[in-house]
């Protein structure tokens, strides 16, 4: 469901993070678009952590599985 998200667009958002400066907080939540998959989540959730950008995610089961070994900060699993 939903847009798909492009190459380009996964690794505009990756520099993005990469260069940020001032966010509070990183969340993930829902289902995740076209293009994307638990290991890009895993890869964001630890460039945020690396910047010491505190993380929230919220998604299904399967792909939470996959990212609590990135160590968010939080954690909303959803049930299925």
Same mark, same amino acid.
């Given at each position: 469901?939903?847009?798909?998200?492009?190459? *380009? /667009?996964?690794?505009?958002? +990756? $520099? #993005? +993070?990469? $260069? /940020?400066?001032?966010?509070?907080? #990183? @969340? &993930?939540? =829902?289902?995740?678009? *076209? =293009? #994307?998959?638990?290991? !890009? &989540?895993?890869?964001? @959730? $630890?460039?945020?952590?690396?910047?010491?950008?505190?993380? &929230?995610?919220?998604?299904? =089961?399967?792909?939470? $599985?996959? &990212? @609590?070994?990135? =160590?968010? !900060?939080? +954690? *909303?699993?959803?049930?299925?």
């Amino acid at each position: 469901p939903g847009p798909s998200v492009s190459s *380009k /667009e996964k690794a505009r958002l +990756i $520099r #993005f +993070i990469k $260069r /940020e400066r001032n966010a509070s907080v #990183f @969340v &993930v939540g =829902g289902s995740l678009p *076209k =293009g #994307f998959s638990a290991s !890009t &989540v895993v890869q964001l @959730v $630890r460039l945020a952590q690396k910047k010491k950008i505190p993380c &929230v995610v919220d998604c299904p =089961g399967k792909i939470m $599985r996959n &990212v @609590v070994s990135a =160590g968010p !900060t939080l +954690i *909303k699993p959803n049930l299925e």
